[in-house]
């Protein structure tokens, strides 16, 4: 089991910035993969952003791409996002996640093994 805790989410306006952040333990053994997902309310859960376990390759969503950054510290066992230049879109829960596909990562929700409780993200204009 994987335990993962997400901290960072606020209250911010419309062209701000936050940096969540995402604790793993338990078995946190090397080769996960971690991914970022968001929810707003009377929407699906849609992906954002996810990094390979190496940290060499990275995926963005459209809707995010240029303003997101996501990185790791595998020796702390943590995720980050930075979003910068934040819209009333971006008004979301958002989860961390973690999946076994190390290698190559996932953007795909159903392919993760494990996800944090999600924090909350206003966004006001």
């Known amino acids: 089991q994987v335990q993962l805790v997400e901290s960072g989410g606020g209250l911010v306006q419309a062209g701000g910035s936050l940096r969540l952040s995402c604790a793993a333990s338990g078995r946190t053994y090397s080769g996960y993969a971690m991914g970022w997902f968001r929810q707003a309310p009377g929407k699906e859960r849609e992906f954002v952003a996810a990094?390979?376990?190496?940290?060499?390759?990275?995926y963005y969503a459209d809707s995010v791409k240029g303003r997101v950054t996501i990185s790791r510290d595998n020796a702390k066992n943590t995720v980050h996002l930075q979003m910068n230049s934040l819209k009333s879109d971006d008004t979301a829960v958002y989860y961390c996640?973690?999946?076994?596909?190390?290698?190559?990562?996932?953007?795909?929700?159903?392919?993760?093994?494990?996800w944090g409780q999600g924090t909350q993200v206003t966004v006001s204009s």
């Open positions: 990094i390979t376990w190496s940290g060499s390759i990275t």
């Open positions: 996640a973690a999946t076994t596909r190390g290698l190559y990562g996932s953007m795909k929700a159903y392919e993760y093994d494990y």
